[in-house]
């Protein structure tokens, strides 16, 4: 029997070739089928009459097939078909390019739908390469697909359709029957067919209010289970400690927003349920120092610390800073990652199984269950939005004690109040508004290519005076594993130290080097025997050597805005003037510009946001929300708080989801946990 499980290939016209890229869009099964919304859909409810239609806008036509052409070669490879359509009052002339099966397809006196744009002139309009509907009046929306190389929204819609056809009617709806009724919603069937297949528009906003509900209520489900289990637990309850002697490790006093922060956090270390709280603040405004008071808090109260980094570097670079800032403090800082020896890591998790490390930094290699703590009281995540949920909560299901440990989310992404209720539900927040005395905003110029080397001539004065650079090239993750990105990354700084910047040193990092040579780049630029560092986008979060006072970035246009912001807040964290070139052939790019114009963060990802459209609304995927398959469209803030509502009153009723009636719900909260955190 056909279910929701059962693989594409079962459909008509799947073959394994088709299959595969269906893969590629995260598409195996039926069910995942059935999720692979229209990004849009082509309106066909109103036809134009061919006199009266706009004039080069797409819109459809009704018309008849009144005559074809046979194949006119215009060149070799290129062929040419005239169809000449008439709705009965006027004429339209279509021109089709290589497209014998698509022009052979139409029959001679059929009415179709022609849907494109009309050009010409009065007495002779034209149409050219439109696409072509049934002229069916149940069917006046046809979807539009998110599409991938082989596979089109026509063959999409009709692998979509034999797919509803073999589902059963009666399928269990995840979503008990009083919420629905509650929040008139419509059933998911309905829901399924409506958002492929509308027959008008308002069902089609039912059928997305049914769908986005259901997502959000879902990740709720999952947070909430999650959250209530721990809030009934209790935390790890700390008592306030001189705080002086801590104040006293470093050279600098603490801007008035990180005093705050730590007080907040300090007075949550003290209550008896576990701190929940996000500490959010721009690049460069000194987050680590909050979470390293908090550390030290906890280890004056015996208890352990883990800090997680999203990266190997950032990792290490923590365990630097902490050990050289905890070092005669009797606080014992610990490395652990991925990539360590296994008898290194087999030592480090001995010392934190036997407390022998009060403070634990590393990657999720934490996660691990081989890492066992023997009184884990406070789990920091840095950068938070580059892990997803899953991973996040496991660092605070770690409970050696019984008890859950408190838990400090640190990010310079600014996120909307509405999203962090989605991400983190009842959180507290701390925001750092205020940078260190001292600092200049890091000036940002905009230059096209030609412009280059007059670039690399500043860069070389500044090392000349004793200062640092970095070279970014346009690495992003995927291209980042072809050899020829890679390559390309190399190259450029081979071709670099050769050639602009011969006599100085140059050293190299990107994401394929093996983490020990990674380290070693690293250590060697923060010693400051490397001069310029020519790198990927590893180094975009976190990184922190001050005296680097000066960026470049090649090919800009192809880099997020919040991205470019990030990779810049490498530089400019010293007392000294910094700058950011940005070389692109795009000068006159919206972002490009904006970037230049200013330094905030928080009106940055505002622009970013608007750039990029409603397509990512909430720029969800950047705070490590699983991706959210039509939720990211979410324009209806209402609709995200009666779904929070409803998982909420189901967790107060049957807070781990054991009730008969909400076994749909448990399976489908409990997929989603574990598939987050891939
Ligand atoms: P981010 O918020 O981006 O994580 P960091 O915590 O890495 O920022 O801090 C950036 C730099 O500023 C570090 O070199 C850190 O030592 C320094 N710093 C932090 N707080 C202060 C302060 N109050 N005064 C001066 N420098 C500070
Ligand atoms: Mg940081």
């Known amino acids: 029997m056909v279910s929701l499980s059962t693989n594409i290939q079962f459909l008509k016209g799947v073959g394994e070739q088709r299959a595969k890229r269906y893969a590629r869009l995260g598409v195996q099964t039926i069910g995942d089928l059935l ?59 279509i021109t089709f390019f290589n497209a014998k099966f698509t022009v052979a397809s139409l029959k001679e006196e059929e009415t179709y739908l022609f849907y494109g744009r009309v050009a010409g002139r009065i007495g002779r309009r034209e149409m050219a390469s439109p696409q072509i509907f049934p002229d069916d009046p149940s069917l006046p929306f046809s979807p539009v697909y998110p599409l991938t190389e082989g596979l089109s929204s026509k ?79 209790l935390s790890a309850p700390m008592k306030p400690v001189a705080m002086e002697p801590f104040y006293r490790l470093f050279p600098f006093s603490l801007t008035g927003a990180q005093q705050r922060a ?58 630097q800073t902490w050990s050289r800032l905890f070092s005669g403090t009797g606080i014992a800082v610990g490395l652990l990652t991925g990539s360590m020896p296994a008898a290194a890591k087999r030592e480090t998790q ?15 290699a934490l996660l691990q269950s081989q890492v066992s703590f023997h009184r884990l009281g406070l789990a920091v995540t840095d950068e938070q939005h580059r892990f997803g949920v899953a991973q996040r909560l496991a660092l ?29 539900g009842d959180l507290d927040l701390s925001i750092l508004d205020e940078l260190p005395k001292g600092r ?41 594993n072809t050899p020829a990105g890679l390559e390309s990354a190399v190259r450029e700084a081979q071709r670099l130290a050769a050639d602009s910047f011969a006599g100085y040193s140059v050293g190299i990092l990107h994401g394929r080097m093996k983490p020990a040579e990674k380290e070693q780049v690293m ?28 960026m470049l970035v090649q090919n800009a246009e192809r880099f997020g ?47 970013d946001l608007k750039l990029r459209g409603p397509g990512d609304f909430f720029g969800l995927r950047q705070h490590g929300l699983p991706a959210m398959k039509i939720a990211g469209l979410l324009e209806d803030v209402a609709l995200a708080d009666q779904a929070r509502a409803a998982a909420l009153s189901v967790l107060a009723s049957d807070p781990d989801l054991q009730l008969p009636e909400h076994a749909a719900l448990r399976a489908q909260t409990d997929r989603m946990l574990e598939t987050a955190g891939a």
Request: hydrophobic share 40%.
């Open 35 to 93: 999720e692979y919304y229209p990004r849009d859909y082509i309106d066909c409810s109103h036809p134009s009459a061919i006199l009266s239609a706009p004039y080069d806008q797409p819109c459809a036509i009704r018309a008849r097939v009144a005559a074809k052409s046979g194949e006119q070669r215009i060149r070799k490879g290129l062929s040419l078909f005239k169809v000449l359509v008439t709705d009965g009052q006027s004429d339209l002339l």
């Open 350 to 364: 001995e010392k934190i199984a036997s407390g022998q490390l009060q403070v634990i930094v590393g990657t999720h």
């Open 440 to 480: 200049q905003p890091v000036k940002t110029y905009l230059i096209d290519p030609g412009k280059r080397e007059r670039a690399y001539r500043f860069i070389r004065s500044h090392l000349d005076q004793g200062r640092q650079a970095y070279i970014v090239c346009p690495l992003v993750d995927t291209a980042e």
């Open 262 to 319: 730590i007080r907040d956090c300090l007075a949550d270390l003290c209550r008896p349920s576990p701190m929940n709280r996000l500490l959010q603040g721009d690049v460069g405004s000194g987050k680590t120092m909050v979470a390293a008071a908090c550390a030290y808090f906890a280890a004056q109260n015996g208890y352990q610390t883990a800090m997680m980094a999203p990266t190997e570097i950032l990792a290490s670079q923590h365990f």
């Open 396 to 424: 605070s299901q770690k409970t050696p004690c019984g008890r859950y440990p408190h838990v400090l989310v640190m990010s310079a992404t600014p996120i909307p109040r509405t999203l962090a209720l989605l991400v983190y």
């Open 155 to 233: 063959i999409i819609a009709a692998n979509v359709r034999q797919a509803l056809s073999l589902i059963p009617a009666q399928q269990a709806d995840p979503l008990p029957r009083q919420i629905r009724e509650a929040n008139r919603l419509c059933a998911r069937r309905e829901a399924l067919e409506q958002i492929h297949f509308p027959s008008n528009a308002q069902s089609l906003a039912q059928a997305r209010r049914r769908l986005i509900f259901e997502e959000l209520f879902g990740l709720h489900l999952a947070l909430g289970k999650t959250r209530e289990k721990a809030k009934r637990e």
């Open 561 to 607: 805005l919040s991205q470019l912001h990030q990779l810049r807040g490498r530089v400019g964290r010293g007392g000294a003037e910094s700058f950011c070139i940005l070389v692109s052939e795009h000068t006159g790019s919206p972002r490009l510009q904006a970037i230049c114009r200013t330094n905030d963060g928080f009106r940055i990802a505002e622009e």
């Open 523 to 550: 250590a060697r630029f923060h010693a400051g025997e490397l001069q310029l560092l020519v790198t990927t986008t590893v180094i975009e979060v976190g990184v922190d050597v001050p005296n680097a006072t000066i």
